[in-house]
């Protein structure tokens, strides 16, 4: 949605100012740059282009965050920096604009010199603040219904003990469910062995592999990511702790796709790490605060889960008997 809004303000903005394009380029990171939304009359835009603060005019205006404006443009040399190699040679004028905070730059140009204005700064300004506007009601409402969606995946999540009393079922059902709610592609759970020495793959929900892993696997617990968060008992943020996502999941035994997004959380029951809950996705995954916190309750929850089925478990072993649906491995 609003991706769709912004393209149709810069065909506005084309329209009134008769450009030739207009680009509307966003940060990225600290400094780096990226373009989020282009029109233009012809295919030139370089829509994977990075433009550095100080590189360039659109460069030069991120940097000093002024307007700029340029009517009789004659440059030999690439200068814009949005436009593909050779796309702005008969580019004649340039104006841009900053938005706020330095978070980005509206700006579009012409073929023709002198087709800018004083006058048309002004205005132009006007559709910097109307963007940014925008930006903010948009994201006000994706983070609204955002938090609509993580409260009914909560209220699905506190069905399923009384759905799904038996262990796998529930698992199953819970890991679909963090798959389809928080926008991870792939969820799976590991789980510590009596010795402490390995992990098992308990369950999975779309996770791949590049070879064929027996059902009942056992992972060094020495090895990989997974096997990190079991001795460390510390949770994981993609982002966060750099060196340590760099790791393979499982160790060098098994190669999974790489993932730009993960999240390792330790599952603690009895003041040891008996679990590990795990999401990735190969695509990057925007998760906030709410997203944040609502991983680690859910790991709480299902810490609390364990903890019943190994407390019920040993008390059934004292009697004789088993829980049903209990792991030999919690």
């Not at 149709?8 to 780096?32: C, H, M, P, W």
């Not at 940097?63 to 190699?85: A, H, M, T």
Request: hydrophobic letters at 40%.
């Amino acid at each position: 949605m609003t991706t769709k809004c912004l393209d149709s303000i810069l065909g506005i903005v084309s329209s009134v100012f008769d450009a030739y394009s207009a680009a509307l380029i966003l940060r990225e990171s600290q400094d780096k740059y990226v373009i989020s939304n282009s029109f233009s009359l012809g295919d030139h835009i370089a829509i994977d282009a990075a433009i550095r603060p100080g590189t360039g005019l659109v460069g030069w205006i991120l940097r000093n965050q002024k307007p700029l404006l340029i009517n009789n443009f004659d440059r030999e040399e690439s200068c814009l920096g949005y436009y593909k190699p050779g796309g702005e040679s008969k580019i004649k004028a340039f104006m841009g604009c900053p938005l706020s905070a330095g978070e980005g730059i509206l700006c579009l140009d012409s073929k023709k010199t002198y087709s800018f204005s004083d006058k048309d700064q002004k205005i132009l300004h006007q559709f910097v603040q109307l963007v940014e506007s925008l930006r903010t009601g948009l994201c006000q409402m994706d983070a609204s219904r955002h938090k609509e969606t993580l409260f009914d995946c909560i209220r699905l999540i506190l069905g399923l003990r009384s759905n799904f009393p038996r262990w796998t079922m529930y698992l199953d059902q819970l890991l679909n469910l963090l798959v389809q709610y928080t926008g991870f592609g792939c969820c799976f759970m590991a789980t510590r062995d009596e010795t402490g020495t390995g992990y098992f793959l308990e369950k999975s929900c779309n996770l791949e592999f590049d070879a064929k892993i027996s059902p009942g696997h056992k992972f060094n617990i020495d090895s990989g990511l997974v096997g990190w968060v079991f001795k460390n008992g510390s949770h994981i943020f993609s982002g966060e702790k750099k060196g340590v996502t760099n790791m393979p999941l499982f160790g060098k035994e098994v190669h999974t796709p790489v993932y730009n997004s993960l999240v390792c959380l330790p599952l603690v029951v009895h003041k040891k790490t008996r679990g590990v809950l795990v999401l990735a996705s190969k695509d990057e995954v925007p998760y906030g605060e709410d997203l944040k916190y609502f991983l680690l309750m859910t790991a709480d929850y299902l810490a609390l889960f364990l903890e019943n089925l190994y407390l019920k478990n040993r008390l059934n072993q004292q009697s004789g008997l088993r829980a049903p649906g209990a792991s030999s491995q919690h």
